[in-house]
């Protein structure tokens, strides 16, 4: 999928003018067949007037108060690469660096299942997607649908036979 960003911001006269259009590169990781199409981000809240300059990045979640906007892509199957031909040591340090900070949030005893301290707010654009909480709860949502995650342990399957699109906006928190 081709994105198209288009961002505004304000000239030395404090005038709104348009400061980017154009496509962003997806993120891929040999461990994942998942996209990532990072669209925004800051690490704090944002003050105006600004110059429309995207916020630097950290990590790949946000720190309390910060924001990450993205599209996310889902392919069938369980979102990960066939390991027969990774090397896995690679593979982890590619994911590190691209990612930084995903790993941390995974649960190695149940793959694929991940917390996080952000609020995100989801909507599916396209396909339909399985969202399984604790306990193997899962409700399925279709384009058009809308989740709101609130830290909770989750993960994500695509068991159709073409991808998922989820537009994914998160905000930070602080776990207590």
Do not use: C
């Not at 946000?62 to 031909?85: E, S």
């Not at 005893?109 to 989801?122: A, K, L, Q, S």
Request: no cysteine.
């Amino acid at each position: 999928m081709q994105i198209r960003r288009v961002v505004t911001g304000h000239d030395d006269r404090d005038k709104a003018v348009f400061v980017d259009d154009g496509h962003v590169e997806p993120t891929t990781v040999v461990l994942s067949t998942t996209t990532y199409h990072e669209l925004w981000r800051a690490d704090s809240v944002p003050t105006f007037p600004d110059a429309g300059a995207n916020g630097s990045k950290t990590t790949f979640f946000p720190a309390a108060g910060g924001y990450r906007f993205f599209i996310l892509t889902l392919p069938p199957g369980d979102g990960h690469a066939n390991l027969d031909d990774v090397d896995v040591e690679a593979g982890l340090r590619e994911l590190q660096e691209k990612l930084p900070g995903v790993l941390e949030t995974n649960d190695f005893d149940d793959p694929g299942m991940h917390t996080t301290d952000t609020v995100d707010m989801e909507i599916v654009l396209s396909g339909a997607v399985v969202l399984e909480l604790d306990d193997g709860v899962e409700k399925t949502l279709h384009a058009g649908d809308v989740n709101i995650q609130n830290g909770t342990r989750h993960r994500w399957h695509n068991r159709g036979t073409s991808p998922v699109v989820i537009a994914v906006m998160m905000v930070g928190a602080h776990r207590r």
